[in-house]
């Protein structure tokens, strides 16, 4: 478990920090998998696991006055270094083309409720606190995917920063309903994990917009 940095341990939730590692982990293997499936060095793999895994955090943390998370607790860039070494020394017959998309999906829905976990601890309104939770969630892939030359998240049709939205703000609606802490955690998690799931398996996207005369 990664536990919170001290000054901000009284303002996050009890189960934030399996949260974070989690967000971390999978976004970090997501990152390493786009270099390896390049046939990038290990400090490219290296390079990628950390601006993966912290790119939407790091921008969250700048945005709502807080301490920038990896940079005070090296703890964080550590759980990345170590998810890009084990994607380095692992089969590549281990790591279907599918991969990247479901562990960015994991990544996506548990970071959204981190990001907005914190923001709603820093004292952030609701509605920009779930915001907080999409920033989190979609800007590291953001990153990877331009420094990779893919298309970016954004331009893809499938459902992908709505479900960040989802999560982020389930999260945020249950805590004003009375359900907070790990309860509300999980089931916005489930949520979002779930839209993306379906988006990944039957393409679900939502209306393209069309000119009109």
Known sequence: MLPPLPQTASLLPAFAPWF??????????????????RGQTAVTLAFFALITGVGGGTVR????????????DPRAATVCLAMAAAVWVTPERWW????????????????AVYG????????????????????????????????????????????????AALSSSLYVALGLAGLAGA????????????LRAMAIRYHIALPAYRSRP
């Open 61 to 72: 943390d700048l945005l709502i006055d807080a301490p920038v998370f990896w940079v005070h």
């Open 96 to 111: 279907k083309d599918s991969a990247l998309d479901w562990f960015d999906a994991i990544g996506l829905a548990a970071y």
């Open 20 to 37: 974070d590692v989690a967000g971390l982990a999978v976004f970090a293997v997501s990152g390493a998998l786009a270099a390896a499936k």
């Open 116 to 163: 907005a976990a914190k923001a709603v601890g820093y004292g952030v309104p609701p509605v920009p606190a779930a915001l907080m939770g999409v920033v989190t969630a979609c800007v590291g892939g953001i990153i990877r995917d331009v420094l990779a030359g893919e298309p970016s998240i954004l331009m893809r049709p499938e459902l992908y920063v709505t479900a």
């Open 183 to 194: 309860p509300a955690a999980v089931i916005a998690a489930a949520a979002g994990f779930a």
